[in-house]
């Protein structure tokens, strides 16, 4: 499967243990053949806010997600 993977890094340039699973979280859209995160930010609660697409079969789609400041997947974001 295709996904995104974020990385989060301490200002030394090491990865930070406290996010996801050794500094890294994927999130998996499905599976389709061409995804891509395009932007990223922070909002004033911690929370990384992505945006990019997913395409499968040839249908391209828009793709959000928002993770939790330790790199879960935030339940309360919804499509």
């Given at each position: 499967?295709?996904q ?15 996010f ?6 994927n ?7 061409n995804?891509a ?10 929370r ?32």
């Amino acid at each position: 499967n295709y996904q995104w993977s974020v990385f989060r890094f301490l200002a030394n340039g090491t990865l930070d243990s406290s996010f996801g699973i050794g500094g890294r979280t994927n999130i998996v859209f499905g599976g389709g053949s061409n995804e891509a995160c395009h932007d990223a930010t922070i909002d004033a609660s911690g929370r990384i806010l992505l945006a990019g697409r997913t395409s499968d079969y040839g249908s391209l789609s828009a793709a959000f997600a928002r993770l939790l400041p330790d790199g879960g997947l935030d339940p309360t974001f919804s499509d």
